[in-house]
């Protein structure tokens, strides 16, 4: 058993400023910290679990954080089960397959595209820890960067970037100068275990969906407003980055519909492709099941690129983590994401989780009106109370789990946040490995940002061939009692 030793008043200001104001807290003359009814509370620690309730799912949590090799799986008390290891630090996603393996692309250090979420190199790691598998996206011309998606025929989407030259970037109507371009791109792999190779078997451009009205040469030459399955080329945003032209920073799939979401941080929306075309098809504006080739099928979050609306009109800002609520789970079938920049237009610094009912039709078709998609709101939306305490400019996600709670991730203070249907916190935990290291208790938590985190059941069938041993906390000097 762990017991909390007395914590003196000044620790109070070591923590974390962006603890939800929904964490269940206790004032005592001995104690700072709450250990009844199933309910663990330590709201002075500054890493590790700091909120468990018996209303947390109960599972397994998977992280891997950004300035480490290794992947972490914890259960709801904060001590560490497994962990795997690998040579590289993540970029960025990770996901423990039914098989037993842990997919996790990593970091290989290109010198061709430095930027954040820059990957390379993609692995399975399985039980014992040993690489069964790896593929490289790695070049001159292209690299593989922060997600991927698991198909159920055991192929990997990956998304991509693609080096454009000035030249191309200008041919295509780029109109203001710029060395050269990355666009996107997403890679269907078909990996082959037995002989440690992979084929791409379907591909997917950005750079074959563009519209611009500046260059009238350009045989991509329209109207913008006309085209929303097109992308802008020339959308004015505001980028740190500009030679990252698009930055997609999420991917997933629906095998249900045979369609892919891609999330843009750069024009703040998502976009929803159809797969069922062959790699020609996917390059161009005809073929597949819905006639349309690889233009959108779905856009939403900023109508303003495809010059629908107005500033007003905007709901998504720098979002992350756009994924398919599974079809089972509450708000099955929509899709959530981390907003990350949601105060933007109030002039605020906050995020909110959000969910969209794309509102697909029965066809897996989507509906046009007046210029844009639905629907002009949110499903469902979380802030934090105080909505200043969850905020994160870059990276995070969030993901429905089954009973209905909502696990957040709050990428660049590295907290891990599970909310009920009504907005209340029911189990919180801070990522203590750090760039440095593995901090102690009572460490001032930084540079410890971590990408997503995901749950997986205790009862999970990819983790029936681990053996899952309690080590105890990850950091040091925590001490509470925890069942």
Known sequence: MKHIPFLFLFLSTLILTNCSDDDTTTDTDTTDDLTTAGTTSNSDYTVGLKLNTTEAEDAYTLFSPLRSTNTYLIDNCGDL?????????????????????????????????????????IELIDADGNVVWDYEVASTTELQHHDLAYMDNGNILVIAWEKKTATEAAAAGRTDYISELWSEQILEIQPDLDAGTGEVIWEWHAWDHIVQDENETANNYGVVADNPGLLNINYDYESDDEEDWLHF?????????????????????????????TTAEAAAHEGGTHGQGGDFLY?????????????????LYNQHDANW?????????????????????????????????????????????????????????????????MYSPYISGARRLENGNTLIAVGASGTFTEVNASGETVWEYVNPVSESGILDQYDVA??????????????????????????????????????
């Open 81 to 121: 089960m497994y962990t795997w290891a690998s040579e590289y630090l993540p970029a960025h996603s990770f996901y423990l397959l039914e098989n037993g393996y842990l997919l996790r692309p990593g970091d290989v250090g290109s010198t061709n595209f430095v930027a954040g979420g820059q990957g390379g190199i």
């Open 249 to 277: 920073n999420a991917i997933d799939y629906n095998e249900t519909l045979d369609q892919i979401v891609v999330s843009s941080r750069s024009y703040s929306e998502f976009y929803i492709i159809d797969h069922s075309t």
């Open 299 to 315: 856009r939403w979050g900023n109508p303003q690129t495809y010059d629908q609306g107005s500033s007003s009109d905007q709901q």
């Open 325 to 389: 609520i599974n079809s089972d789970y509450v708000d099955g079938g929509m899709i959530m994401v981390f907003n990350n920049q949601a105060g933007s237009a109030s002039g605020s610094s906050y995020s909110t989780v959000n969910v969209i009912d794309t509102e697909v039709n029965a066809d897996g078709s989507y509906t046009l009106a007046d210029g844009t998609y639905g629907p002009s709101d949110f499903q469902w939306t979380y802030t934090d109370d105080t909505p200043s305490n």
């Open 446 to 483: 930084s540079a410890n940002a971590v990408f997503r985190v995901s749950k997986y059941a205790t009862d999970y069938v990819g983790l029936a061939n681990y053996d899952l041993t309690n080590q105890g906390t990850i950091e040091s000097g925590s001490d509470y009692t925890c069942d």
